[in-house]
T-cell receptor, first 113, second 112 residues
Framework: DGGITQSPKYLFRKEGQNVTLSCEQNLNHDAMYWYRQDPGQGLRLIYYSQIVNDFQKGDIAEGYSVSREKKESFPLTVTSAQKNPTAFYLC????????????FGSGTRLTVV | RKEVEQDPGPFNVPEGATVAFNCTYSNSASQSFFWYRQDCRKEPKLLMSVYSSGNEDGRFTAQLNRASQYISLLIRDSKLSDSATYLCVVNANAGNNRKLIWGLGTSLAVNP
């Protein structure tokens, strides 16, 4: 079955470390997105990409980086510059131009220890 | 005014009840609308898109009122499994999916 796979499900980061969250989709979707969700807050867009080798900053891109070398993959790196990285990270994908909603991965819960 | 506003709830209803959620949006240029369901500590899942003419999917009915800038979700004959947070999502620009705006969600608890 087609879908989006995020890994790992849980991740623990020490202060000052960079960590990379994986997102892979086999839906042949053009666009991919990274969101962050904190308790009591809505989803906030970190980065998005509508085509391979191109990506755009979202509303809260500081302290994060991404790459889109393949259509299927959109990894997110949480750098040491991100001061409050503890959150639930969600990857989503979508076919541009269609009015269907996004498909989400099951998320990665990142905790700073 | 927030771009997308929802009553956070929680709504506590007995099994079999009918419950309705409203969501208001501020951008009159918004073109597409969705309801998502999110279970505790899980990813959001698309429940239904909302069309201008209103649409129904089993026990769920979604309606759009462009004049008043709100959308609604009606759940009939509530089941225990309907307990979740319901997220209202608005796309201000049909050609640019970057503009999805997410509400904070309305929490529903269906009790036996």
């Amino acid at each position: 079955d087609g879908g989006i796979t995020q890994s790992p499900k849980y991740l623990f980061r020490k202060e000052g470390q960079n960590v990379t969250l994986s997102c892979e989709q086999n839906l042949n979707h053009d666009a991919m997105y990274w969101y962050r969700q904190d308790p009591g807050q809505g989803l906030r867009l970190i980065y998005y990409s509508q085509i391979v080798n191109d990506f755009q900053k979202g509303d809260i891109a500081e302290g994060y980086s991404v790459s889109r070398e393949k259509k299927e993959s959109f990894p997110l790196t949480v750098t040491s510059a991100q001061k409050n990285p503890t959150a639930f990270y969600l990857c989503a994908s979508h076919n541009i131009g269609r009015q269907y909603g996004y498909t989400f991965g099951s998320g990665t819960r990142l905790t700073v220890v | 005014r927030k771009e997308v506003e929802q009553d956070p709830g929680p709504f506590n209803v007995p099994e079999g009840a009918t419950v309705a959620f409203n969501c208001t949006y501020s951008n009159s240029a918004s073109q597409s609308f969705f309801w998502y369901r999110q279970d505790c500590r899980k990813e959001p899942k698309l429940l239904m898109s909302v069309y201008s003419s209103g649409n129904e999917d089993g026990r769920f009915t979604a309606q759009l009122n462009r004049a008043s800038q709100y959308i609604s979700l009606l759940i009939r004959d509530s089941k225990l499994s309907d307990s979740a947070t319901y997220l209202c999502v608005v796309n201000a620009n049909a050609g640019n999916n970057r503009k999805l705006i997410w509400g904070l969600g309305t929490s529903l608890a269906v009790n036996p």
